[in-house]
């Protein structure tokens, strides 16, 4: 079966710190870049950070550029999403998500063809 399965969400305070993953299966994991997507209630999907299929190569959003990280491990197929420096407008379902364009910035669901069931990030003291 293909899928996306994310983990690592919760409740933390502002300025502390999550470490997301998400474990693919039934697909070439490697050869696909990838990427996270989050949601706050009310909005629609906000693109965070994408990296490509060798993990080389990333982008993030200006609003989280400096505290996320995104990476991969291709061995484990695995994506991780490294988040510092938390803030409350941080709080999201955060979901990792495969593109169908290479290293996609897209804020549109349409454009990714993949995505896991997500994981919530609260942000608040």
């Known amino acids: 079966e293909v899928q996306l399965v994310e983990s690592g969400g919760g409740l933390v305070q502002p300025g502390g710190s999550l470490r997301l993953s998400c474990a693919a299966s039934?697909?070439?994991?490697?050869?696909?870049?990838m990427s996270w997507v989050r949601q706050a209630p009310g909005k629609g999907p906000e693109w965070v950070s994408v990296?490509?299929?060798?993990?080389?190569?990333?982008n993030c959003a200006d609003s989280v550029k400096g505290r996320f990280t995104i990476s991969r491990d291709n061995a484990k197929n695995t994506l991780y999403l490294q988040m510092d420096s938390l803030k409350p407008e941080d709080t999201a379902v955060y979901y990792c998500a495969r593109a169908k364009s290479r290293m996609s910035a897209r804020n549109e669901w349409s454009e990714y063809d993949l995505r896991g069931q997500g994981t919530q990030v609260t942000v608040s003291s």
């Open positions: 990296i490509n299929s060798g993990g080389g190569r990333t």
């Open positions: 039934g697909f070439t994991f490697g050869s696909y870049d």
